[in-house]
């Protein structure tokens, strides 16, 4: 049952929400922040979502191999941590995303890790020169979400999972680029809960 408090806030929201709803995060955010979203259509293997704008932290990686991944998001978590020009210590939220993004010049691809920032976040500026701010659109995202530690193979099997079931539903999406989404600390051993996104056209 909500408290009174929770109900009060809810309340609030919808007040003052253009769309008149109150957004409650999903159990597998952990009772953390997450980027709202619309659930649009569910299909037997993925669901269709409509994102909210959001504020991400990103810092670009040289691969997708475990190494420059883990690499990657120790430098943003430090940054939320304190290491930053005021010490300043940032919410946890989740998810942490890993990002892939073929460049349309040479190809190849671009590779990157994030993590999402709560509204009305006042960011300082890193001591890291390499970790930016990168403030997202709205975006209808197609999510598939697996299970277990993901590993890169995943993200590729799931990707092309994902990709055939979209081919077969007919919808239109950005084929360059793809997300893997992680919910979940280190130390969860048992029910963990991961994404693959892919962004529709």
């Given at each position: 049952?909500?408290?009174?408090?929770?109900?009060?806030?809810?309340?609030?929201?919808?007040?003052?929400?253009?769309?008149?709803?109150?957004?409650?995060?999903?159990?597998?955010?952990?009772?953390?922040?997450c980027p709202e979203y619309t659930v649009v259509n569910t299909y037997d293997?993925?669901?269709?979502?409509?994102?909210?704008?959001?504020?991400?932290?990103?810092?670009?990686?040289?691969?997708?191999?475990?190494?420059?991944?883990?690499?990657?998001?120790?430098?943003?978590?430090?940054?939320?941590?304190?290491?930053?020009?005021?010490?300043?210590?940032?919410?946890?939220?989740?998810?942490?995303?890993?990002?892939?993004?073929?460049?349309?010049?040479?190809?190849?691809?671009?590779?990157?890790?994030?993590?999402?920032?709560?509204?009305?976040?006042?960011?300082?500026?890193?001591?890291?020169?390499?970790?930016?701010?990168?403030?997202?659109?709205?975006?209808?995202?197609?999510?598939?979400?697996?299970?277990?530690?993901?590993?890169?193979?995943?993200?590729?099997?799931?990707?092309?999972?994902?990709?055939?079931?979209?081919?077969?539903?007919?919808?239109?999406?950005?084929?360059?680029?793809?997300?893997?989404?992680?919910?979940?600390?280190?130390?969860?051993?048992?029910n963990r809960h991961n994404e693959l996104w892919i962004y529709a056209a």
């Amino acid at each position: 049952m909500k408290s009174t408090l929770s109900v009060a806030l809810c309340f609030l929201i919808v007040v003052s929400h253009p769309l008149g709803e109150c957004w409650e995060a999903p159990s597998f955010c952990h009772e953390l922040q997450c980027p709202e979203y619309t659930v649009v259509n569910t299909y037997d293997n993925f669901e269709e979502r409509h994102y909210q704008p959001s504020q991400w932290i990103t810092q670009d990686i040289p691969s997708i191999h475990k190494d420059d991944v883990t690499a990657g998001f120790w430098k943003l978590y430090n940054f939320l941590q304190g290491e930053n020009n005021e010490k300043k210590v940032i919410p946890t939220t989740r998810p942490g995303l890993v990002s892939m993004n073929e460049d349309p010049g040479s190809g190849k691809p671009k590779v990157s890790v994030s993590f999402f920032i709560a509204p009305n976040t006042v960011l300082p500026k890193p001591n890291v020169e390499t970790i930016k701010v990168e403030n997202r659109p709205s975006a209808t995202i197609y999510v598939r979400v697996f299970g277990g530690f993901a590993s890169e193979d995943d993200a590729r099997k799931n990707r092309a999972m994902l990709t055939k079931d979209l081919k077969a539903e007919g919808k239109q999406f950005n084929d360059k680029r793809y997300e893997g989404a992680g919910y979940d600390p280190p130390w969860n051993l048992f029910n963990r809960h991961n994404e693959l996104w892919i962004y529709a056209a």
